[in-house]
């Protein structure tokens, strides 16, 4: 791959170095490395899939989550976190004021849709996902879902990754679906 170019114009396979990653530098969570490489292979292995990829990690403080997702932004974008293709959203940093929720919900979904139209294979991290609200999430969701298009963009190769403390919740009916 190129540097700046979007991934969609390289192999679709996920890299081997995924996995030797996360085997190596990721103690403790053998559950965790195995479904997100199941998930994240199978997902690069469908020419057509028929909606984004969404996971979904959850877990106290210092179990690895945002470490996780720097390995997987590693390995699909060579830059990483300072790929074009690569976009990581704080909910306390990106949308700290509740009164401004109706002007974050445009702005991240327009800043979505250009980045997906620029690559599809965009990847796209959420963090702090307990303390966003919910109408943000209301603002994500239609990326989500088996549309075929949204507004004449084609989600489907995305890549959302959610980042939540502690478990359960909200996001358990939206995400880690990645069987098609």
């Not at 403390?165 to 358990?172: C, H, N, P, Q, V």
Request: proline letters at 4%.
């Amino acid at each position: 791959c190129i540097f700046n170019v979007c991934f969609s114009l390289c192999s679709g396979a996920v890299p081997a170095a995924l996995k030797l990653d996360l085997e190596q530098k990721l103690f403790g969570q053998h559950l965790a490395t195995e479904v997100i490489l199941k998930a994240l292979t199978g997902f690069r292995n469908n020419k057509n899939p028929k909606k984004p990829l969404t996971l979904s990690l959850h877990g106290w403080a210092g179990t690895g989550k945002n470490f996780v997702s720097q390995i997987v932004a590693e390995n699909l974008h060579p830059k990483g976190l300072k790929s074009n293709f690569v976009h990581l959203f704080v909910s306390t940093l990106h949308f700290p004021h509740e009164q401004k929720i109706k002007l974050y919900q445009v702005q991240l979904q327009k800043w979505i849709r250009g980045n997906v139209s620029a690559c599809a294979n965009s990847l796209f991290i959420f963090d702090e996902m307990d303390k966003l609200h919910p109408g943000i999430i209301d603002a994500i969701k239609p990326f989500l879902d088996y549309y075929e298009q949204v507004d004449g963009v084609s989600y489907r190769k995305a890549i959302f990754i959610f980042l939540r403390s502690a478990g359960g919740g909200f996001l358990g009916n939206t995400s880690t679906s990645f069987s098609q």
